[in-house]
Protein backbone atom coordinates (compact mmCIF):
# COMPACT_ATOMS: atom_id res chain seq x y z
CA UNK A 1 0.00 0.00 0.00
CA UNK A 2 1.44 3.37 -0.98
CA UNK A 3 2.04 5.45 1.92
CA UNK A 4 0.64 9.19 1.84
CA UNK A 5 2.40 12.20 2.21
CA UNK A 6 4.14 12.44 6.07
CA UNK A 7 5.17 16.11 6.36
CA UNK A 8 7.74 17.38 8.59
CA UNK A 9 6.94 21.11 10.10
CA UNK A 10 9.12 23.78 11.68
CA UNK A 11 8.39 26.76 12.70
CA UNK A 12 10.95 29.92 13.10
CA UNK A 13 8.83 32.90 12.73
CA UNK A 14 9.15 35.36 15.47
CA UNK A 15 9.76 34.25 19.51
CA UNK A 16 8.56 30.41 19.41
CA UNK A 17 10.67 27.30 17.77
CA UNK A 18 8.83 24.50 16.85
CA UNK A 19 8.63 21.31 15.07
CA UNK A 20 6.02 18.97 13.96
CA UNK A 21 5.45 15.38 12.43
CA UNK A 22 1.68 15.31 10.15
CA UNK A 23 0.49 12.59 7.83
CA UNK A 24 -2.40 10.95 6.99
CA UNK A 25 -3.12 9.96 10.47
CA UNK A 26 -3.11 13.06 11.65
CA UNK A 27 -0.41 14.68 14.24
CA UNK A 28 2.04 12.04 14.89
CA UNK A 29 4.25 14.86 16.96
CA UNK A 30 4.78 18.52 17.88
CA UNK A 31 6.95 20.12 20.26
CA UNK A 32 7.13 24.05 20.79
CA UNK A 33 9.76 26.19 22.40
CA UNK A 34 9.41 29.47 23.77
CA UNK A 35 11.36 32.24 24.28
CA UNK A 36 9.59 34.60 26.23
CA UNK A 37 12.37 34.16 29.31
CA UNK A 38 15.03 34.98 26.65
CA UNK A 39 13.27 38.25 25.62
CA UNK A 40 11.56 39.29 28.98
CA UNK A 41 14.03 41.75 29.99
CA UNK A 42 13.80 43.65 26.90
CA UNK A 43 9.82 43.97 27.60
CA UNK A 44 10.13 42.67 23.68
CA UNK A 45 11.25 40.43 21.23
CA UNK A 46 14.99 41.65 20.24
CA UNK A 47 15.01 39.91 16.68
CA UNK A 48 18.76 38.97 16.60
CA UNK A 49 18.66 36.95 20.01
CA UNK A 50 15.36 35.16 18.09
CA UNK A 51 17.40 34.02 15.34
CA UNK A 52 20.30 32.97 17.62
CA UNK A 53 18.30 30.83 19.71
CA UNK A 54 16.12 28.93 16.60
CA UNK A 55 19.79 28.02 15.64
CA UNK A 56 20.30 26.42 18.72
CA UNK A 57 16.68 25.25 19.24
CA UNK A 58 15.46 24.10 16.01
CA UNK A 59 17.81 20.50 15.31
CA UNK A 60 16.98 19.21 18.96
CA UNK A 61 13.08 19.59 18.43
CA UNK A 62 13.17 18.11 15.18
CA UNK A 63 15.33 15.04 16.65
CA UNK A 64 12.69 15.05 19.29
CA UNK A 65 9.25 14.86 17.44
CA UNK A 66 11.20 12.63 15.13
CA UNK A 67 12.20 10.30 18.48
CA UNK A 68 8.63 10.53 19.61
CA UNK A 69 6.80 9.52 16.20
CA UNK A 70 9.37 6.76 16.10
CA UNK A 71 11.77 7.93 13.54
CA UNK A 72 9.22 7.57 10.53
CA UNK A 73 10.74 8.43 6.81
CA UNK A 74 9.14 11.23 6.17
CA UNK A 75 8.38 12.52 2.40
CA UNK A 76 8.80 16.38 2.40
CA UNK A 77 9.52 19.50 4.48
CA UNK A 78 7.18 22.39 5.10
CA UNK A 79 8.51 25.28 7.09
CA UNK A 80 7.11 28.61 7.23
CA UNK A 81 8.44 30.88 5.18
CA UNK A 82 6.42 34.28 5.73
CA UNK A 83 5.48 36.15 7.53
CA UNK A 84 7.77 37.28 10.21
CA UNK A 85 10.90 38.45 10.95
CA UNK A 86 13.22 37.60 8.56
CA UNK A 87 16.33 36.34 9.63
CA UNK A 88 14.18 34.18 12.16
CA UNK A 89 12.73 33.49 8.96
CA UNK A 90 15.64 32.07 7.57
CA UNK A 91 16.92 29.96 10.58
CA UNK A 92 13.78 27.92 9.24
CA UNK A 93 14.14 28.41 5.87
CA UNK A 94 17.74 27.50 5.76
CA UNK A 95 17.33 24.17 7.76
CA UNK A 96 14.98 23.02 5.62
CA UNK A 97 16.55 23.35 2.77
CA UNK A 98 19.81 21.69 4.23
CA UNK A 99 17.50 18.82 5.51
CA UNK A 100 16.01 18.36 2.13
CA UNK A 101 18.83 17.86 -0.08
CA UNK A 102 20.31 15.45 2.59
CA UNK A 103 17.25 13.75 3.25
CA UNK A 104 16.38 13.92 -0.64
CA UNK A 105 12.84 15.16 0.28
CA UNK A 106 10.87 17.66 -1.47
CA UNK A 107 10.67 21.33 0.34
CA UNK A 108 7.64 23.67 0.73
CA UNK A 109 7.71 27.57 2.15
CA UNK A 110 4.06 28.00 3.36
CA UNK A 111 2.23 31.11 5.02
CA UNK A 112 2.25 31.53 8.48
CA UNK A 113 -1.15 32.56 8.36
CA UNK A 114 -2.76 30.05 6.25
CA UNK A 115 -1.09 27.77 8.94
CA UNK A 116 -3.46 29.60 11.63
CA UNK A 117 -6.22 30.19 9.46
CA UNK A 118 -6.63 26.18 9.32
CA UNK A 119 -5.40 25.32 12.62
CA UNK A 120 -8.92 24.05 13.79
CA UNK A 121 -8.92 21.34 11.22
CA UNK A 122 -6.21 19.69 13.81
CA UNK A 123 -9.12 18.87 16.20
CA UNK A 124 -11.64 16.24 16.09
CA UNK A 125 -14.78 18.46 15.45
CA UNK A 126 -13.24 20.31 12.45
CA UNK A 127 -15.03 23.46 10.47
CA UNK A 128 -16.72 22.95 7.15
CA UNK A 129 -15.71 24.85 4.46
CA UNK A 130 -17.11 27.69 4.06
CA UNK A 131 -16.45 29.69 7.00
CA UNK A 132 -14.93 33.10 8.29
CA UNK A 133 -12.35 33.59 10.41
CA UNK A 134 -10.90 35.53 13.03
CA UNK A 135 -7.44 35.61 13.11
CA UNK A 136 -5.80 37.53 16.22
CA UNK A 137 -2.37 37.50 17.24
CA UNK A 138 0.16 39.87 18.18
CA UNK A 139 1.02 40.93 14.42
CA UNK A 140 -2.14 40.58 12.38
CA UNK A 141 -5.98 41.31 12.99
CA UNK A 142 -8.15 39.71 9.88
CA UNK A 143 -11.42 38.62 8.68
CA UNK A 144 -10.97 36.09 6.27
CA UNK A 145 -13.70 34.60 3.99
CA UNK A 146 -12.91 30.80 4.16
CA UNK A 147 -14.43 29.13 0.98
CA UNK A 148 -11.82 26.26 0.54
CA UNK A 149 -7.64 25.81 1.25
CA UNK A 150 -6.56 28.74 -0.57
CA UNK A 151 -9.71 29.76 -1.43
CA UNK A 152 -9.43 33.23 0.97
CA UNK A 153 -11.10 36.62 0.27
CA UNK A 154 -9.40 39.28 2.55
CA UNK A 155 -12.94 41.24 4.00
CA UNK A 156 -11.25 43.79 6.75
CA UNK A 157 -7.87 43.91 8.82
CA UNK A 158 -6.60 46.29 11.63
CA UNK A 159 -5.83 49.43 9.83
CA UNK A 160 -3.16 50.43 12.93
CA UNK A 161 -2.14 48.00 15.95
CA UNK A 162 -2.89 44.52 15.47
CA UNK A 163 -5.22 43.47 18.78
CA UNK A 164 -2.05 41.26 20.14
CA UNK A 165 0.18 44.47 19.74
CA UNK A 166 -2.44 46.75 21.59
CA UNK A 167 -3.08 44.08 24.53
CA UNK A 168 0.95 44.30 24.69
CA UNK A 169 0.86 48.35 24.31
CA UNK A 170 -2.08 48.61 27.28
CA UNK A 171 -0.03 46.25 29.39
CA UNK A 172 2.99 48.48 29.12
CA UNK A 173 1.01 51.53 29.77
CA UNK A 174 -0.38 50.01 33.09
CA UNK A 175 3.18 49.10 33.87
CA UNK A 176 2.91 45.11 33.61
CA UNK A 177 5.37 42.67 32.70
CA UNK A 178 6.11 40.93 30.14
CA UNK A 179 4.68 39.20 27.77
CA UNK A 180 1.83 41.92 28.25
CA UNK A 181 -1.18 40.46 26.54
CA UNK A 182 -1.85 37.01 28.89
CA UNK A 183 -0.64 39.64 31.60
CA UNK A 184 -3.27 42.25 30.75
CA UNK A 185 -5.72 39.63 30.69
CA UNK A 186 -4.89 38.08 34.19
CA UNK A 187 -5.59 41.69 35.46
CA UNK A 188 -8.45 42.01 33.58
CA UNK A 189 -9.86 38.81 35.73
CA UNK A 190 -10.10 41.27 39.05
CA UNK A 191 -11.35 43.88 37.42
CA UNK A 192 -14.64 45.48 36.55
CA UNK A 193 -15.16 46.26 32.90
CA UNK A 194 -17.95 48.63 33.40
CA UNK A 195 -15.96 51.18 35.21
CA UNK A 196 -13.94 53.22 31.94
CA UNK A 197 -16.32 53.84 29.07
CA UNK A 198 -13.35 52.60 26.17
CA UNK A 199 -14.42 53.84 23.03
CA UNK A 200 -15.73 50.34 20.47
CA UNK A 201 -13.25 51.63 17.53
CA UNK A 202 -14.97 51.77 14.18
CA UNK A 203 -18.76 49.91 15.19
CA UNK A 204 -19.87 53.17 14.22
CA UNK A 205 -18.95 52.74 10.38
CA UNK A 206 -20.22 50.46 8.31
CA UNK A 207 -17.30 47.95 6.80
CA UNK A 208 -15.14 45.16 8.77
CA UNK A 209 -11.67 47.06 9.34
CA UNK A 210 -10.41 47.20 12.52
CA UNK A 211 -8.43 50.36 14.39
CA UNK A 212 -7.18 49.93 18.26
CA UNK A 213 -4.54 52.55 18.37
CA UNK A 214 -7.28 54.74 20.13
CA UNK A 215 -8.47 52.68 22.43
CA UNK A 216 -4.53 52.20 23.22
CA UNK A 217 -4.67 56.45 23.86
CA UNK A 218 -7.85 56.23 26.18
CA UNK A 219 -6.41 54.01 28.71
CA UNK A 220 -3.04 56.41 28.66
CA UNK A 221 -5.50 59.02 29.28
CA UNK A 222 -7.54 57.46 31.91
CA UNK A 223 -4.45 56.45 33.37
CA UNK A 224 -2.76 59.95 33.57
CA UNK A 225 -6.16 61.26 34.74
CA UNK A 226 -5.65 59.51 38.04
CA UNK A 227 -6.81 56.05 37.04
CA UNK A 228 -3.28 54.60 37.82
CA UNK A 229 -4.85 53.04 41.50
CA UNK A 230 -7.49 50.80 39.47
CA UNK A 231 -5.44 48.89 37.20
CA UNK A 232 -7.64 45.76 37.49
CA UNK A 233 -10.71 48.10 36.19
CA UNK A 234 -8.66 49.97 33.74
CA UNK A 235 -7.56 46.45 32.38
CA UNK A 236 -10.93 45.07 32.33
CA UNK A 237 -12.67 47.68 30.86
CA UNK A 238 -9.72 47.45 28.02
CA UNK A 239 -10.25 43.91 27.11
CA UNK A 240 -14.27 44.53 27.19
CA UNK A 241 -14.15 47.17 24.54
CA UNK A 242 -11.81 44.98 22.55
CA UNK A 243 -13.93 41.98 22.74
CA UNK A 244 -17.45 44.07 21.75
CA UNK A 245 -15.63 45.35 18.75
CA UNK A 246 -14.00 41.65 18.06
CA UNK A 247 -17.83 40.13 18.61
CA UNK A 248 -19.65 42.86 16.67
CA UNK A 249 -17.10 42.80 13.78
CA UNK A 250 -17.75 38.67 13.67
CA UNK A 251 -21.10 39.32 13.39
CA UNK A 252 -21.15 42.00 10.23
CA UNK A 253 -18.54 39.21 8.71
CA UNK A 254 -21.53 36.66 8.92
CA UNK A 255 -23.95 38.45 7.94
CA UNK A 256 -22.08 39.50 5.31
CA UNK A 257 -20.82 36.84 3.68
CA UNK A 258 -24.13 34.50 4.40
CA UNK A 259 -21.79 32.02 6.71
CA UNK A 260 -23.14 29.97 9.65
CA UNK A 261 -19.52 28.83 10.92
CA UNK A 262 -16.99 31.06 12.60
CA UNK A 263 -13.21 30.03 13.06
CA UNK A 264 -11.41 32.32 15.55
CA UNK A 265 -7.33 31.05 15.75
CA UNK A 266 -4.31 32.57 16.69
CA UNK A 267 -2.60 34.20 20.25
CA UNK A 268 -5.33 36.28 21.07
CA UNK A 269 -7.98 33.56 20.33
CA UNK A 270 -6.99 31.80 23.53
CA UNK A 271 -8.28 34.44 25.70
CA UNK A 272 -11.06 33.15 27.74
CA UNK A 273 -13.31 35.84 28.29
CA UNK A 274 -13.13 36.52 23.93
CA UNK A 275 -14.30 32.74 23.90
CA UNK A 276 -16.83 32.81 26.07
CA UNK A 277 -18.11 36.17 25.07
CA UNK A 278 -18.40 34.41 21.18
CA UNK A 279 -20.19 31.25 22.32
CA UNK A 280 -22.78 33.57 23.73
CA UNK A 281 -23.37 35.21 20.55
CA UNK A 282 -23.16 32.02 18.45
CA UNK A 283 -25.91 30.59 20.84
CA UNK A 284 -27.80 33.41 20.16
CA UNK A 285 -27.60 34.14 16.32
CA UNK A 286 -27.02 30.32 15.93
CA UNK A 287 -23.75 30.14 14.48
CA UNK A 288 -21.15 27.22 15.28
CA UNK A 289 -17.54 28.62 16.79
CA UNK A 290 -14.33 26.46 16.17
CA UNK A 291 -11.45 27.55 17.98
CA UNK A 292 -7.83 25.23 18.05
CA UNK A 293 -6.84 23.89 21.40
CA UNK A 294 -5.15 26.70 23.28
CA UNK A 295 -1.41 24.87 22.58
CA UNK A 296 -2.10 25.81 18.49
CA UNK A 297 -3.12 29.49 19.18
CA UNK A 298 0.18 30.45 19.58
CA UNK A 299 2.70 29.91 16.84
CA UNK A 300 3.71 26.17 16.46
CA UNK A 301 4.47 23.06 13.68
CA UNK A 302 1.54 21.06 14.08
CA UNK A 303 -0.29 23.85 11.85
CA UNK A 304 2.70 24.34 9.06
CA UNK A 305 2.78 20.40 8.67
CA UNK A 306 -0.57 20.71 8.50
CA UNK A 307 -0.29 23.05 5.68
CA UNK A 308 2.34 21.22 4.35
CA UNK A 309 0.44 17.59 4.14
CA UNK A 310 -2.68 19.74 2.57
CA UNK A 311 -0.18 21.23 -0.01
CA UNK A 312 2.14 18.08 -0.53
CA UNK A 313 1.17 17.85 -4.50
CA UNK A 314 2.78 21.11 -4.52
CA UNK A 315 6.41 20.18 -3.55
CA UNK A 316 8.86 19.06 -6.15
CA UNK A 317 12.20 17.47 -6.06
CA UNK A 318 15.62 19.09 -6.72
CA UNK A 319 17.46 21.12 -4.03
CA UNK A 320 15.36 23.80 -2.44
CA UNK A 321 16.13 27.61 -2.14
CA UNK A 322 16.13 28.68 1.49
CA UNK A 323 13.58 31.45 0.56
CA UNK A 324 11.26 33.76 3.35
CA UNK A 325 9.43 37.12 3.10
CA UNK A 326 9.35 38.98 5.77
CA UNK A 327 5.91 40.26 4.61
CA UNK A 328 3.55 37.99 2.34
CA UNK A 329 -0.09 39.28 1.92
CA UNK A 330 -2.48 36.18 2.30
CA UNK A 331 -4.51 36.92 -1.00
CA UNK A 332 -1.43 35.94 -3.10
CA UNK A 333 -2.64 32.35 -1.92
CA UNK A 334 -4.03 30.18 -4.78
CA UNK A 335 -5.71 26.71 -3.88
CA UNK A 336 -3.45 23.71 -4.13
CA UNK A 337 -3.44 20.96 -7.29
CA UNK A 338 -4.69 18.47 -5.17
CA UNK A 339 -5.53 17.73 -1.44
CA UNK A 340 -5.19 14.61 0.37
CA UNK A 341 -7.91 12.45 1.67
CA UNK A 342 -8.89 13.90 5.36
CA UNK A 343 -6.59 12.71 7.77
CA UNK A 344 -8.43 9.69 10.12
CA UNK A 345 -7.76 11.33 13.27
CA UNK A 346 -6.55 14.77 14.66
Same mark, same amino acid.
Given at each position: ?? /?????? *??????? #????????????? %????????????????????????????? +?????????? /?????????????? *??????????? @?????????????? $? +??????? !????????????????? $???????????????? !?????? +?????????????? =???????????????????? &??????????????????? *??????????? @? $?????????? !? #????? @??????????????????????????????? *??????????? &??????? /? =??? @?????????????????????? +?????????? &??????????????????????? %????
Amino acid at each position: MK /QGPLIL *GIESSCD #ETAAALYGDCGLL %AHAVHSQIALHADYGGVVPELASRDHIRK +LIPLIDTVMT /QAGAPHVTGIAYTR *GPGLIGALMVG @ATVAAGLGMSLGVP $V +LGVHHME !GHLLSPMLEDEAPQFPF $VALLVSGGHTLLVEVR !GVGRYR +LLGQSLDDAVGEAF =DKTAKILGLGYPGGPALAAL &AQRGDGTQFDFPRPMLKKP *GLDFSFSGLKT @A $VMLAVKAGGA !G #EHADL @AASFERAVIDTLVAKCRRALTATGCHRLVVA *GGVGGNQRLRA &ALAEQGR /Q =DGF @ALHFPRHAFCTDNAAMIAHVGW +LRAAEMRPGI &AAADARARWPLTELEPPTATPAP %ATTA
